[in-house]
């Protein structure tokens, strides 16, 4: 299996790089280094994506928020940030159309002041996307408000404002850059963790790492070591340096899945302030409704949740702007994401924090990179390698990743699903598997026609066919892997995918050879994380 081959590699071989995380910035970083010319390799202590860069919004946005803190008190840096997000939305959008859409956004107005507000600030957020804009912002009457989004609450409607921004497919996006790194060489290794660094007169030379699903253990050399393991940053900046002083604050962001209500929305929605100034996101997603915030202070855990309070304060902002039930019978899923962001003060909210990214570079030479938000993780990849390129004695190209487009890019065209109805699949599921696999969906229609065309769970899209190619093509190692994060029918429908389990399972556990240890291991890892 692939992943064999990248422990093979690991253990016998040496790196220009090593990066340890395979999230969305690392991911980045393992991409535009070995894009460079440098030999790259990059290891995660669980499945790629399974932390903050798997359960995010589901937004590539500039930030109509942050802009708002940039004008308030007048902060350049935040004002960059928005400008550098903007237009990577449209780079993304470009090199990864299959996982990229655009999606309009409403923001509801109820007081008759707003409108000057709202306008003003969406007129600098078109006018800071430049070139990069898609589609100009614009005011909406009561009556327009509600055909695009029926279940708003009409008492006190004045109207609205709709601007646009992009939405995709989070984890499938960090798997997708990944994929793009180890087709052109990099070596590439899930469940593989970090357990130590090698130093030779005090400088850090390779790192000692530990297969988590058979417990080997080997050191493996590189020049050069990168942290971009997110919010876990200072816990490997301590493996490093014990007494170092930690960097980040962590944010959590907790998110409910609903059925969409009908009729069915034509817009996403923005609550700019909830009664704790924060935001609500009410998003279409994946054929769901997706409805969540940002910025409550947390710890870091290796799978965190929603608390009672978090989901009674959702259910209780979505009260008040929209119509319909939202109690907890409604909840098919929920999820917790922790952002982590720089610490600039000791007294701000984690609200207030920036999402621009910094490093930290310790006297051993491990280079951390921290902050950021996934919109940007292309610039922060950027940045990094950029100061790394400088200590190679060999000459090496400048960044190309805003032009190199990502595994199912290719050849994709949006009319591809049009071939696989004719084939006799459904709508939602040739949609789904374009969207998903974009130019490689040819191959898991392939296996569906061969033996596995039956659905997931009747309720959704998602076919057997997927488990199958995941198995062979995605670096799978455990059921959760597939139904979290290649499939995401455990973050739309949690009741689905426990019915789903034993299918994905059993084909894993015939596909990977398992013994009865890593069959009771991939069900006590899959029940862990419902």
Same mark, same amino acid.
């Given at each position: ?132 804009? #898609? ?233 951390? #990179? ?33 032009? #190199? ?126």
């Amino acid at each position: 299996m692939q992943r064999d081959l990248a422990i093979k590699c690991l253990k016998n071989e040496s790196f220009d790089l090593l990066v340890i995380g395979g999230g969305s910035t690392g991911a980045g970083i393992a991409l535009d280094a070995q894009t460079r010319g440098l030999k790259v390799a990059l290891v995660e202590q669980g499945d790629f994506t399974c932390g903050t860069s798997s359960r995010s919004t589901k937004l590539v946005h500039g930030g109509v928020r942050y802009l708002e803190q940039a004008v308030m008190h007048l902060d350049r840096s935040q004002f960059r940030l928005v400008r550098e997000a903007l237009q990577e939305r449209k780079v993304l959008s470009q090199i990864a159309p299959h996982l990229v859409t655009w999606l309009p956004l409403l923001i509801p107005m109820y007081r008759r002041w707003e409108a000057a507000y709202y306008n003003a600030g969406l007129r600098m957020y078109d006018w800071l996307a430049g070139k990069n804009l #898609v589609h100009r912002s614009r005011f909406v009457s009561h009556h327009e408000a509600l055909e695009l989004c029926p279940f708003l609450k009409k008492s006190g409607l004045k109207g609205g404002v709709i601007y646009y921004d992009g939405q995709f497919d989070d984890s499938r996006m960090g798997l997708s850059i990944l994929l793009t790194a180890i087709n052109r060489g990099a070596v590439i290794s899930n469940y593989t963790r970090v357990t130590g660094f090698i130093k030779s007169a005090g400088r850090i030379t390779g790192v000692q790492l530990q297969d988590s699903l058979k417990g080997d253990v080997w050191t493996t050399q590189a020049s050069f070591v990168v942290n971009a393991t997110g919010p876990y940053t200072d816990n490997l900046r301590k493996m490093d340096f014990p007494d170092c002083k930690s960097l980040l604050r962590v944010s959590s962001g907790a998110h409910l899945v609903t059925p969409l209500p009908s009729p069915q929305p034509k817009v996403g929605v923005l609550i700019p302030k909830t009664q704790d100034k924060r935001v609500l996101f009410v998003l279409p997603w994946l054929g769901h409704l997706l409805i969540g915030t940002t910025d409550n202070p947390a710890q870091v855990s290796p799978d965190p949740k929603p608390t009672a309070q978090e989901v009674s304060f959702i259910q209780q902002e979505y009260h008040r702007y929209f119509e319909g039930s939202l109690d907890n019978s409604q909840i098919e899923s929920s999820w917790s994401g922790l952002r982590p962001l720089v610490d600039e003060t000791s007294h701000k909210g984690t609200a207030a924090l920036s999402r621009d990214h910094s490093f930290d570079e310790s006297s051993s030479g491990l280079l951390s #990179v921290f902050g950021g938000k996934w919109t940007t993780y292309r610039t922060m990849a950027k940045d990094t390698v950029d100061k790394l390129v400088k200590r190679f004695p060999k000459p090496l190209g400048p960044c190309i990743t805003d032009r #190199v487009k990502l595994s199912g890019a290719d050849s994709f065209e949006p009319g591809l699903s049009q071939q696989w109805i004719k084939s006799g699949f459904d709508q939602k599921t040739a949609e789904h598997l374009v969207r998903a696999y974009g130019d490689r969906s040819p191959q898991v229609i392939q296996l569906a026609q061969d033996e596995f065309k039956e659905r997931l769970h009747p309720k959704h899209p998602m076919l057997l066919a997927e488990v199958i190619y995941s198995v062979r093509n995605e670096y799978v190692c455990r059921s959760s892997d597939i139904l979290f994060r290649r499939t995401r029918l455990a973050l739309l429908d949690k009741k689905a995918a426990k019915e789903a389990f034993p299918k994905v399972h059993s084909i894993l556990a015939e596909e990977l050879g398992w013994d009865e240890r890593e069959i009771e291991a991939d069900q006590l890892d899959f029940t862990s994380q419902l």
